[in-house]
């Protein structure tokens, strides 16, 4: 998470959204970055407004709240091949061993194991109470509007690398009947992501 608080802005790091290598391009630009722990790196609008806007000066109503946001079968199927690496082969959170549908099925049960245990993009980015949803969204594959958004905003240049914390590649696993599940199981999910430009 980003704050840029002599231009009004907050930007929010969803996981899986790219928001990484924004962290790595825009921090020179940013008065406040929160990278470490991932906790407080992945912090969402609820949390942020009662922990942390308490704590900025006055005149902080004009701030804007800014987030990526993926279709939620994308930024599903990203969570799963990202937790499919190599390196965490073996351990709980590995889903190098299961197939994309029993990944779904466990993510959407009522106690997903760690593997599955991803959250929601609307956690992060919605809260019940004001302000009950960041105000400026921007769809994960609409990067070039929002990254020209963030150079008239900031006053800088934006061209983050894109290759920084990536999934690993794999076959596509996703099906019409996984969205149609989704989009039954997840409004919330699909409402954010229609939200978006």
């Not at 921090?27 to 470490?36: C, E, G, S, T, W």
């Not at 806007?53 to 005149?59: D, F, I, M, S, V």
């Not at 099925?105 to 245990?117: C, G, I, K, T, V």
């Not at 969205?179 to 409402?191: D, H, M, Q, T, V």
């Amino acid at each position: 998470m980003m704050i840029f608080w002599r231009k009004s802005l907050v930007m929010f790091s969803v996981p899986r959204t790219g928001t990484h290598s924004y962290i790595d391009h825009l921090h020179p630009h940013a008065d406040m970055v929160f990278r470490h722990p991932t906790t407080i790196k992945h912090m969402g609008l609820r949390r942020f407004t009662k922990k942390i806007l308490p704590l900025l000066p006055e005149n902080r109503e004009g701030l804007d709240h800014f987030g990526f946001v993926r279709h939620p079968a994308d930024w599903l199927w990203s969570w799963y091949r990202y937790r499919s690496r190599p390196e965490i082969a073996g351990r709980p959170g590995s889903t190098a061993d299961i197939g994309f549908a029993t990944f779904l099925r466990e993510h959407l049960s009522a106690a997903p194991p760690p593997r599955a245990d991803v959250g929601r993009q609307s956690i992060m980015l919605t809260s019940p109470e004001p302000p009950f949803r960041a105000n400026i969204l921007y769809r994960h594959e609409n990067r070039s509007a929002a990254d020209a958004f963030l150079c008239e905003r900031l006053g800088a240049r934006v061209a983050p690398p894109q290759d920084l914390n990536r999934s690993p590649r794999r076959e596509n696993q996703v099906t019409p009947a996984d969205i149609r599940l989704l989009e039954r199981e997840l409004p919330r999910e699909f409402e954010l992501y229609e939200a978006a430009s």
